[in-house]
Structure formats: C-alpha cells, structure tokens
C-alpha cells in the first residue's frame, strides 16, 4: 500500500555521479571533446559500472554526452551552430519570462532580486575572479527565469544554462577579453533591472535580446540571432532533451 512507503532522503549513487559529472563539464574540468572510460570513472568513483552507466545516461538524455557507436561516450563539443542554438533557445525562454514577470509579477522584488547577483559581479570583479563573475552573471539569469513562477521554462532553461556555463568556460578567455572590463558587463544588467522597476516591458524585451545577440557574436564570432541564416549543427552536436 502506498501508506507503506518511506520517504527517500538520501541521494542516489548515480545521482551523485550524475551531478559531479554534470559540475565537471559545466566548470571544465571534462572539457568538451573529453571521452569517458567507464573503467577509469568506475575506479575515480569507487562503484561499480551500474551506477556509473545509469549517471552517464542521464547526461546523454540531457545533451550533455553523445554516444558514438563503437567508441563510447563523449562531452559535447561546442561550435558555433551549437553556440547560436543554445542562445536562441535561451532568448525565447526569458523573453517569456520576462514578459510573465512584467504582466503580472512583483516587479521590484524581482528586481531587488537581480540586484544582488549584480552586486555579485561587481564584487568578483574586484576581486579579479572570472569564474566568480562568469557564476554571478548566469545566476542573474537563472533567477530572472525562476522569478517567472513558470516550472516548465525552469526546466527547459537547466540544460541550456549548463551548456551556456561550458561555452563560458571553454572561451572564458576570450569572452573576457572580448569586454572594456566588467564594468560593461554591470551596466547591461542594471539596465535590465531598471527597466523593470520602470515597468517598461519593451525596452526589457529589446534589453535582453541585445543581450543575447551580444553574447553570441562575442562567443562565436560571424555569427547573428538577428540577421542571416542560423548557422547548421553538426551531426551529433548537442540535443537538448
């Protein structure tokens, strides 16, 4: 009977694996390109391969890991059609977070909200921390989207930021220096989060889409979400699930 059941409170080994493989490609320390031997995980994690194999498959199902037959599992690698994807999929989501925000959320809770992640950056930029700023910067987005009260764009958006975090970190260096310092990288999210205390949806939407275009032609330059035709994937490039 249902009754009979316990509560779970306790993380499973393969979610465990899952997530340290997860913060591992994320951060790049399984740079993109990177294959995974099973043996070699097996050992690192000290489990057997059940666990492991249950892990992996839940970052293939994420887009995460392809799978080439014959030759194992692989992190993703990121080019420029990847890049394009990842942000034109991002640009739809908080635009419509965005919007459930202005149309019906608490407009200066969510922006007193953004402001400390704001801060955040200002903060790791004084500190010379890229990694710091780089976490400080998507957690504004993250909870831009989290604001929405929408569980469904939530959802869609872990993936997509996982993916934005190894673009950052395989081209930290060049998205850094790409920038006059992170002064300007501040003022275009305070810009954000003035024209939602003004309850200006507009110039939000055209903020955010500016945003998102500028980030895709610093990442991966000859590139637009705004004019010419999308660059094509590559065949076995990222799937988001």
Do not use: W
């Not at 057997?48 to 993703?76: D, K, N, T, W, Y």
């Not at 987005?141 to 764009?153: D, P, Q, V």
């Amino acid at each position: 009977m249902l009754a009979d059941i316990e509560p779970v409170n306790r993380e499973s080994t393969a979610g465990i694996i899952a997530r340290q493989l997860r913060d591992a490609i994320m951060n790049g320390s399984l740079p993109p390109g990177t294959q995974l031997g099973e043996t070699d995980l097996a050992a690192r994690f000290q489990v057997s391969r059940g666990p492991l194999r249950e892990a992996m498959q839940r970052l293939v199902s994420e887009g995460l890991l392809r799978s080439e037959r014959h030759r194992g599992l692989f992190v993703i690698d990121l080019e420029p059609g990847d890049v394009y994807d990842i942000y034109s999929a991002r640009s739809a989501i908080e635009r419509a977070a965005a919007i459930r925000i202005m149309r019906g959320g608490d407009r200066d809770r969510v922006a007193a909200m953004l402001d400390d992640a704001v801060h955040a950056m200002a903060e790791a930029d004084q500190q010379d921390d890229p990694a710091a700023l780089t976490e400080a910067d998507l957690r504004f987005h993250e909870e831009l989207i989290e604001a929405s009260g929408s569980r469904r764009l939530t959802r869609m958006a872990r993936t997509l930021l996982i993916e934005t975090r190894m673009c950052l970190s395989a081209l930290q260096e060049t998205y850094r220096k790409s920038y006059q310092g992170a002064d300007e990288r501040v003022a275009e999210h305070n810009q954000i989060i003035d024209a939602i205390r003004q309850d200006d949806e507009e110039t939000v939407l055209a903020l955010l889409e500016a945003h998102m275009e500028d980030a895709v032609q610093r990442l991966a330059p000859g590139t637009s979400l705004t004019s010419g035709a999308a660059p094509g994937l590559p065949v076995g490039g990222v799937d988001i699930a």
